[in-house]
Nanobody, 119 residues
Framework: QVQLVESGGGLVQPGGSLRLSCAAS????????MGWYRQAPGKQRELVAT???????NYADSVKGRFTISRDNAKNTISLQMNSLKPEDTAVYYC?????????????WGQGTQVTVSS
């Protein structure tokens, strides 16, 4: 069984920083892309940032220059450093992994972690 466990969410003032982490565990053969998505109340889930096994990154325009995604392949973890946070960054942030297990290749999601940016 595969688990993605996020940590690091919380309440922060505008202009502040937070760091999210996600660890994948279980009977994993290989992990391809991993990433962060977010969903604000009343809105659809949207891509925040992704990173390939080779380290290539992709960011939503709204977070470019403020957020940085990183990955440790040996530990099956990713992190998201979020700086200069804005109220519009408030959302539940979800970790995602495209990975292979014995039964095949699947997309997995974490349970989500709340990020609230407010004064």
């Amino acid at each position: 069984q595969v688990q993605l466990v996020e940590s690091g969410g919380g309440l922060v003032q505008p202009g502040g920083s937070l760091r999210l982490s996600c660890a994948a565990s279980g009977s994993i053969f290989s992990i391809y892309a991993m990433g962060w998505y977010r969903q604000a109340p009343g809105k659809q889930r949207e891509l925040v940032a992704t990173i390939t096994r080779g380290g290539s990154t992709n960011y939503a325009d709204s977070v470019k220059g403020r957020f940085t995604i990183s990955r440790d392949n040996a530990k099956n973890t990713i992190s998201l450093q979020m700086n200069s946070l804005k109220p519009e960054d408030t959302a539940v942030y979800y970790c995602n992994a495209d990975l292979t297990v014995a039964a095949g290749r699947y997309d997995y999601w974490g349970q989500g972690t709340q990020v609230t940016v407010s004064s």
